[in-house]
């Protein structure tokens, strides 16, 4: 077996472990009929669904509506899942501290360690072990358990880079800039084969959000193609 086609496999089965793991989050994400009035169309979500029409370039997830097809990101409708669940058990403190394999060392610049440091309970609070090493230096001995086999030093500092930008500001900004670093990782990437069954998962979880428009970053998770716009171009009606 090839290094590519095993790190595939590995990659496959972290997506697999994660939204599993992530989508069991025993937690409130606040979604739901109370969030009716914000998106007129249907209950909740406002998305109408009726079936799941397949994947395109292993990137988009084709669905349809009574009035049209919905061209949805696969990537950061489950960044917007992930992030909404991940927040939640933040704030709900529904999760518990994972050891990692292999505790990650990182050099840190004068700065970002001092800010560090003011925000040891921050990290503690939420699920992260993280220790003095030297000077300038930490390690980094366990994270949320929802991150359960993340061994990639480079996404967990990336997390912790995240911790510490927003630690400075106030704790709902530390949550938020951690879910949001936390979410993106975890996400499906474009170039990720789904079945139906997958894709369907993951888009009634979508419906499930409170703005499922949306990504974390600002970026439009659904394009709609109006039905009557398609007969328009066909020339027809139905």
């Known amino acids: 077996m090839g290094a590519n086609t095993s790190r595939d ?15 069991g989050l025993e937690c409130d994400t606040g979604s739901g009929a109370n969030d009716a009035d914000n998106y ?17 370039f292993d990137a988009f997830i084709i669905a349809e509506e009574d009035d049209g097809i919905l061209i949805i990101d696969q990537h950061v409708a ?13 704030k709900q403190g529904s999760f518990h ?6 505790p990650h060392i990182y050099d840190l610049s004068i700065s970002e360690f001092e800010m560090l440091k003011e925000n040891f309970d921050l990290f503690k609070k939420y ?3 993280v220790e003095i090493f030297s000077n300038k230096s930490i390690v980094v001995r366990a994270v ?17 880079s995240a911790g510490i930008e927003a630690g400075k500001i106030d704790e709902d900004a530390f949550c938020d800039k951690v879910a949001a670093r936390m979410s993106c990782k975890a996400a499906v990437k474009a170039g990720k084969t789904l079945n139906i069954e997958t ?3 993951m888009i009634a979880d979508l ?3 409170k703005n499922p428009y949306f990504c974390p970053h600002g970026r439009p998770i659904i394009i709609k193609l109006q039905l009557k716009d398609l007969l328009s171009k066909f020339k027809r009606s139905l």
Do not use: T, W
């Open 144 to 160: 949320p358990d929802f991150l359960e086999g993340v061994e990639e030093k480079n996404m967990v500092f990336e997390i912790i």
């Open 9 to 23: 496999i590995q990659n496959s089965n972290f997506l697999i472990n994660s939204y599993s793991k992530i989508r």
């Open 127 to 129: 699920g992260f072990e």
């Open 40 to 56: 007129p169309n249907a209950e909740g979500s406002g998305l109408n669904i009726r079936k799941i029409i397949g994947q395109s």
């Open 97 to 102: 501290s994972q050891s990692l394999l292999m």
């Open 199 to 201: 894709a369907s998962l």
């Open 207 to 209: 419906m499930k959000c």
């Open 78 to 90: 489950a960044e917007k899942v992930f992030y909404e669940k991940i927040l939640a058990a933040l």
